[in-house]
């Protein structure tokens, strides 16, 4: 038999035994300065060998490791991740939304869903009845159109063509009713309005009296109304004031009649709190009751026979009645229609411009063209004829409400300056 092996025994390691601590004597006695003794060792044979650490140069104490370890480096190199993982890598610590998630039935082969059987029970009903089945609706196909920016349009569809904002957002824009309306003012009205014979740089004596009272006209009316205006504005005066002493006179009339009135109503409740009426009273009193009763009916009973009389005529009247609302209804309708010709109709809150009456009195009247004064302004007499034929709104008066005073407007005359321009080309 071979001999028997030995077993090992492993021992734990040899606890250091913990000294008494009781007093300062037994914690000097029992100092343990074996760490202290070995670290002092160490210097000294460290001295003996290369000398004091305070001689030796930097170069003894350090050194300069030049070269990486290439096996770490490429550790190191294979561990990092990129920029942009670590940015998609980045996500919220709050966990996002869920999404309700429905089942889906498994439908086994040949079974039949729900809403099948409900379009088998509605066919066989229809057929039932005899009624017809309705064909299926075919699934309409959207199919996104695409364009071609450089592509050009044909020539049957250049017309209809209009032009998006966005590519791939085919939306048609339909016209207003009123876009290829023609305001009938602006049929019966020139562009270009021929003035007044009278302003003419060389008119006739008549047209020209005219023209200048046609002005005078307007301006006299703008002065009527401010005058007007001013009446209604102005503080009663003292004389347009009733005096003192009428008011008092018309005071004591009305005290004076009061007390006379009461004395009627004192006789009044006298006669009312009289005797107890007789028998022969009472008959008399109910006679005259049934008296006017009987008179009454007798009234209405012969206004009912001249109605009855008179139908022929009412008949008559109510036909005057209707072709007079004829009548009237078409003279309304000529008269809206002669105001749409004349372009008076309103249009938004502003009123229509009217431009001022260019004339010039006898000494300013040239005797040629060439001595001829520009009058007027043409943007003016353009923006007016938009206006009064119904092209454009015209401007409303309550835009710029801040304003204090009304607006002046100047207009520039160039033939003025035209001696001084001759003066400065000579010089």
Known sequence: MAPAAKKETVTEPAKKVQTSRKGKKAWRKNIDIQDVDTGLEALRSEERVRGTVEDLPDEEHFVLDTTADEKVARQVRAQ???KVDEILAERSAVPAVGRFVQEKKVVTQGEESKAQKQQINKLAKRKARGLPVKPKKKAKTTAKPSYDLWDEPKADEADEVEEEAVPGQARKVKAPSTMGMIPKAAKHHAAVAVPHAGASYNPTQDDHQALIQHAADIEFAKIKAAK???????????????EASEVDDGKDDDEEEEPASGDDDDDDDDKATGKRKTTAQRNREKRRRAMLAEH????IIKRIGKQIGGIDATAQQLVDKEAQIEVNTAARIARKEEREKQGRRAIGTGHVMEPNVEVQLEDELSESLRQLKPEGNVFTDRFASLQKRNIIVPPSQKKNPSRRYALKVYERRSYKNFDLMEKKKKQ
């Open 80 to 82: 990092r991740t990129l």
């Open 296 to 299: 009454a009916d007798r009234q």
């Open 228 to 242: 007007k205006i001013e009446q209604q504005l102005a503080k009663p005066t003292g004389q347009a004031l009733p």
